[in-house]
């Protein structure tokens, strides 16, 4: 059973940068394409970045473009995403996500994705 475990959220001030982690347990972690979402208090699950397996292509939301980068190495199973110049409307739980067969025009849909990771916590103070 194919797992995710996120890591890397926290308290950071506005400008400042984290870097999220996302393990990929019980499966070929090169196989699979992954995104990040968001959900803020109030708010639904939002596309966040995504990295299809098969091209390498990645897509971001517009409200990040710029300032966040999804990686990923495979010789670690871990998917990463780096987020710089962060905003206080960038506070929200942050999800991956992971899927073996998702195709260019659903790499932002949350319904498409098989497995999902516990979320991790990111606040940014102003």
């Known amino acids: 059973q194919v797992q995710l475990v996120e890591s890397g959220g926290g308290l950071v001030q506005a400008g400042g940068s984290l870097r999220l982690s996302c393990v990929l347990s019980?499966?070929?972690?090169?196989?699979?394409?992954v995104g990040w979402f968001r959900q803020a208090p109030g708010k639904e699950r939002e596309f966040v970045a995504g990295?299809?397996?098969?091209?390498?292509?990645?897509r971001y939301a517009d409200s990040v473009k710029g300032r966040f980068t999804i990686s990923r190495d495979n010789a670690k199973n871990t998917a990463y995403l780096q987020m710089r110049s962060l905003k206080p409307e960038d506070t929200a739980v942050y999800y991956c996500?992971?899927?073996?067969?998702?195709?260019?025009?659903?790499?932002?849909?949350?319904?498409?994705?098989?497995?999902w990771g516990q979320g991790t916590q990111v606040t940014v103070s102003s």
């Open positions: 019980g499966g070929a972690f090169r196989r699979y394409s």
């Open positions: 996500a992971a899927d073996s067969g998702l195709i260019s025009s659903t790499v932002g849909l949350a319904s498409a994705y098989d497995y």
């Open positions: 990295d299809k397996y098969n091209d390498r292509s990645t």
